[in-house]
């Protein structure tokens, strides 16, 4: 599922676009190694409520941690590992500010627009691993968080009027991004 929406207010625009699922299990293969205490290597932090002593069982579902070959995959193959799989995502945020006319023609320019877009934003899931949309293995890692800013420039005012005269000359954009 996805959604999006624009929001403009004079010369300020903010799109947001979100996208999700809802009511899937995932089986989260990785959680053979980083959910039963066998592991060497960092646990999810899930793990730290294990099962300790009679006096402190932790929360009843992840077992005492051990270190033994015979533990990896013991539990292979069972619903021990399925994970609700629901999520929202805020794909894309795009804020603009395009400046207005009289500012414009003082600095003799035309199409003078600022951008920030912010890409995969954030993640609400309870999914243990690292994305809801990626591989069960848990060998995968979170999709990045793209940030870029632009500026956008038409060619000077005097291009547009030589344009109107001449219409084979066409109008450049410029784009800055960092």
């Not at 699922?21 to 989260?28: A, D, K, L, T, V």
């Not at 990896?72 to 994970?83: H, K």
């Not at 003078?112 to 690292?130: E, G, H, M, Q, R």
């Not at 420039?153 to 410029?174: D, F, G, T, V």
Request: with cysteine; glycine share 8%.
């Amino acid at each position: 599922m996805g959604v999006g929406n624009r929001f403009s207010y004079r010369n300020l625009s903010l799109s947001i676009s979100l996208n999700g699922s809802y009511g899937n299990q995932i089986y989260f293969q990785g959680g053979e190694i980083n959910l039963n205490g066998a592991a060497v290597q960092n646990q999810l932090a899930t793990i730290a409520d294990r099962w300790r002593s009679l006096e402190n069982p932790g929360a009843g579902f992840y077992s005492r941690a051990i270190r033994n070959d015979y533990a990896f995959g013991i539990s292979a193959g069972t619903t021990r590992y399925l994970f609700d799989g629901s999520y929202i995502r805020i794909r894309d945020v795009n804020l603009s500010y395009t400046f207005p006319a009289l500012i414009q023609h003082k600095w003799k320019l035309q199409g003078l627009s600022v951008y920030a877009d912010i890409t995969n934003l954030y993640t609400f899931t309870k999914y243990p691993s690292y994305d809801p949309e990626g591989s069960t293995s848990g060998i995968i890692w979170p999709k990045a968080v793209s940030i870029c800013f632009r500026t956008q420039i038409q060619e000077p005012i005097r291009l547009a009027c030589a344009q109107a005269s001449n219409p084979s000359i066409e109008k450049r954009y410029y784009s800055l991004s960092l």
